[in-house]
């Protein structure tokens, strides 16, 4: 009950600054250069979105902390925190409640994008089926980097050093998949570390996704990180609001 | 009613409060006193449930704080330090979202918000962002957040604190005008606060309790409590004066401020100092009979204890 009212307040807040308007225009602008530039969308002469949903997790890098740095940090700053901490309302109550509005609003952005769809389904014939789960493995994704940010805020005052921190935690999570790192770790560690490695990464689990295969496995994979990332939110608050 | 009992919040080696115990019933108004960091804020903060005390125990209406954070936190009502508000949200909007925290609904929500818009007279400024309200405005709304859902206990953390004095007057009304039945704990360093509004004052220094007493008791405290100030407007006769004062009967010290010279002695001096100035025909211009100065007993209490 009190968590929807502490996410229609922080959805609220998001629309009432400038900050909503700017990250969605952001948002649709370079997922388009990334599509039609880099994806080469017309140049494939398919009817498919992969060359939209490849590039997601990179323009997620450096978008996502965007949002997520501002949710803790803020409030700490301003003392809001402490207002919000003793309005009778759970700890887990506020800290699932403006995680689902951040993750809501990403999620309108993602929706936003639907001219592409349009698109293709005018130039070709696509299986929507497929775009469908790959929208919806997307907007888990971001869900996972939500997350990690969420708990990168709570660690500090600063939105900046919330940003760098969530940039670079998220940057090890899409690359713990990249052939780069897992190279690094063949043939000296057992075969169960490398793939629990590989596992853990965001493209490992994406890859998949973005050809529209979201399996039940994907599906709680990125479910997981939100639930570990979001605790973890959680333990950190507790642990610094006394600072 | 509330219950403390040996509260303790340690961070690392530094005891910011140390084993505090206190009990208020219904209808008291507890100031808190102290200097800058003396553990007011730290203790406002642990009664609200937002810190975690490193020993003792809290009880607010029937509830252990740390054990039923929700359920104490329903009967309190608390302004943080610096009245913190979203800034990019209208008043109304916030007292809004308050009220829904809150559980007022609908109806009672809408009456409620009424309620606390008039007291607080917050009309004029209800669609304008936060951000663009004055220091004055943004105390009030953050005082309307306070006391929305008529809470039994409420807690101020430094309420006054850059207001004109004005808008200190009309929340020391406000305050005074709250009913009888609920306990209000109000932390500040303006000692004529205490006066003004409480019947109880706590001091603090160094995280402990080095008073607990009635304003009129602190008042008693001082060196100046009954003393007899005497303004003259020629101080030709100064030294003739002050050795007359010296041989009444009851007089310990004369000090001399300004074109005011201060009586010390025996609280019963002002018939004797006025029946001679009478007689002698001092150049008096007034002469009255001091409360005692609540700074001085302030100093005494808090001066030489660790902060």
Same mark, same amino acid.
């Given at each position: 009950?009190?968590?929807?009212?502490?996410?229609?307040?922080?959805?609220?807040?998001?629309?009432?600054?400038?900050?909503?308007?700017?990250? +969605?225009?952001?948002?649709?602008?370079?997922?388009?250069?990334?599509?039609?530039?880099?994806?080469?969308?017309?140049?494939?002469?398919?009817?498919?979105?992969?060359?939209?949903?490849?590039?997601?997790?990179?323009?997620?890098?450096?978008?996502?902390?965007?949002?997520?740095?501002?949710?803790?940090?803020?409030?700490?700053?301003?003392?809001?925190?402490?207002?919000?901490?003793?309005?009778?309302?759970?700890?887990?109550?506020?800290?699932?409640?403006?995680?689902?509005?951040?993750?809501?609003?990403?999620?309108?952005?993602?929706?936003?994008?639907?001219?592409?769809?349009?698109?293709?389904?005018?130039?070709?014939?696509?299986?929507?089926?497929?775009?469908?789960?790959?929208?919806?493995?997307?907007?888990?994704? $971001?869900?996972?980097?939500?997350?990690?940010?969420?708990?990168?805020?709570?660690?500090?005052?600063?939105?900046?050093? $919330?940003?760098?921190?969530?940039?670079?935690?998220?940057?090890?999570?899409?690359?713990?998949?990249?052939?780069?790192?897992?190279? $690094?770790?063949?043939?000296?560690?057992?075969?169960?570390?490398?793939?629990?490695?590989?596992?853990?990464?965001?493209?490992?689990?994406?890859?998949?996704?973005?050809?529209?295969?979201?399996?039940?496995?994907?599906?709680?994979?990125?479910?997981?990180? +939100?639930?570990?990332?979001?605790?973890?939110?959680?333990?950190?608050?507790?642990? @610094?609001?006394?600072? | 009613?509330?219950?403390?009992?040996?509260?303790?919040?340690?961070?690392?080696?530094?005891?910011?409060?140390?084993?505090?115990?206190?009990?208020?019933?219904?209808?008291? !108004?507890?100031?808190?006193?102290?200097?800058?960091?003396?553990?007011? #804020?730290?203790?406002? @903060?642990? =009664?609200?449930?937002?810190?975690?005390?490193?020993?003792?125990?809290?009880? !607010?209406?029937?509830?252990?704080?740390?054990?039923?954070?929700?359920?104490?936190?329903?009967?309190?009502?608390?302004?943080?330090?610096?009245?913190?508000?979203?800034?990019?949200?209208?008043?109304?909007?916030?007292?809004?979202?308050? $009220?829904?925290?809150?559980?007022?609904?609908?109806?009672?929500?809408?009456?409620?918000?009424?309620?606390?818009?008039?007291?607080?007279?917050?009309?004029?400024?209800?669609?304008?962002? +936060?951000?663009?309200? #004055?220091?004055?405005?943004?105390?009030?709304?953050? =005082?309307?957040?306070?006391?929305?859902?008529?809470?039994?206990?409420?807690?101020?953390? &430094?309420?006054?604190?850059?207001?004109?004095?004005?808008?200190?007057?009309?929340?020391?009304?406000?305050?005074?005008?709250?009913?009888?039945? @609920?306990?209000?704990?109000?932390?500040?360093?303006?000692?004529?606060?205490?006066?003004?509004?409480?019947?109880?004052?706590?001091?603090?220094?160094?995280?402990?309790?080095?008073?607990?007493?009635?304003?009129? &008791? =602190?008042?008693?405290?001082?060196?100046?409590?009954?003393?007899?100030?005497?303004?003259?407007?020629?101080?030709?006769?100064?030294?003739?004066?002050?050795?007359?004062?010296?041989?009444?009967?009851?007089?310990?010290?004369?000090?001399?401020?300004?074109?005011?010279?201060?009586?010390?002695?025996?609280?019963?001096?002002?018939?004797?100092?006025? #029946?001679?100035?009478?007689?002698?025909?001092?150049?008096?211009?007034?002469?009255?009979?001091?409360?005692?100065?609540?700074?001085?007993?302030?100093?005494?209490?808090?001066?030489?204890?660790?902060?």
């Amino acid at each position: 009950m009190n968590m929807t009212v502490i996410l229609k307040r922080e959805l609220r807040s998001y629309f009432s600054t400038p900050i909503a308007y700017v990250f +969605i225009m952001i948002f649709l602008v370079l997922s388009s250069v990334f599509t039609f530039y880099l994806g080469n969308f017309f140049e494939r002469q398919q009817a498919d979105l992969i060359p939209f949903f490849s590039f997601h997790p990179w323009l997620y890098l450096f978008l996502v902390p965007a949002i997520s740095m501002r949710l803790w940090s803020e409030e700490r700053k301003t003392g809001t925190l402490e207002l919000l901490m003793t309005l009778q309302v759970s700890r887990r109550d506020i800290v699932i409640g403006k995680f689902l509005a951040a993750w809501l609003f990403a999620g309108l952005a993602l929706v936003l994008t639907f001219p592409l769809w349009v698109t293709v389904n005018y130039l070709g014939d696509p299986d929507n089926g497929v775009i469908f789960a790959s929208y919806l493995g997307s907007w888990l994704m $971001a869900g996972g980097f939500l997350a990690i940010g969420s708990c990168m805020s709570a660690l500090t005052r600063s939105q900046v050093i $919330a940003f760098v921190l969530c940039g670079f935690v998220s940057l090890l999570f899409v690359m713990a998949g990249f052939p780069l790192v897992l190279d $690094a770790f063949k043939g000296w560690v057992p075969l169960l570390v490398l793939d629990a490695l590989a596992s853990l990464s965001f493209l490992t689990h994406f890859n998949a996704v973005s050809r529209g295969v979201l399996s039940l496995q994907d599906f709680f994979y990125f479910l997981s990180v +939100i639930a570990v990332w979001l605790g973890a939110t959680s333990i950190v608050l507790d642990m @610094k609001k006394g600072e | 009613m509330i219950e403390v009992s040996h509260l303790t919040k340690a961070y690392g080696a530094f005891t910011a409060v140390d084993d505090l115990s206190f009990k208020l019933a219904p209808g008291e !108004i507890l100031g808190f006193l102290g200097p800058n960091g003396a553990g007011k #804020s730290t203790t406002m @903060k642990m =009664l609200t449930g937002f810190l975690r005390p490193s020993s003792g125990q809290i009880r !607010i209406c029937g509830h252990d704080v740390a054990e039923n954070s929700i359920a104490a936190q329903q009967c309190i009502g608390y302004l943080p330090e610096g009245a913190p508000a979203w800034e990019e949200m209208t008043p109304l909007a916030f007292l809004e979202f308050i $009220a829904e925290v809150r559980g007022l609904q609908g109806e009672a929500g809408q009456q409620a918000i009424a309620a606390v818009v008039d007291t607080m007279s917050l009309t004029p400024v209800l669609q304008q962002k +936060i951000e663009t309200l #004055s220091k004055g405005f943004k105390r009030r709304v953050g =005082l309307a957040q306070a006391i929305l859902h008529d809470p039994d206990v409420l807690i101020l953390d &430094e309420p006054t604190d850059g207001l004109d004095p004005n808008q200190k007057h009309q929340v020391r009304e406000m305050i005074k005008g709250l009913s009888k039945d @609920k306990i209000v704990i109000v932390s500040t360093h303006i000692l004529e606060e205490v006066a003004a509004v409480c019947n109880r004052a706590i001091v603090l220094a160094g995280g402990r309790i080095v008073s607990d007493t009635t304003p009129a &008791e =602190l008042f008693a405290q001082s060196e100046y409590h009954g003393a007899v100030s005497i303004t003259l407007n020629d101080f030709s006769r100064l030294g003739e004066i002050s050795d007359r004062l010296l041989d009444l009967e009851g007089v310990s010290d004369i000090r001399v401020e300004n074109n005011q010279l201060t009586v010390l002695g025996h609280e019963h001096l002002f018939r004797a100092v006025f #029946s001679m100035a009478q007689t002698e025909d001092w150049p008096v211009n007034a002469v009255h009979v001091e409360q005692g100065r609540l700074d001085e007993v302030f100093r005494k209490l808090t001066e030489g204890v660790a902060a």
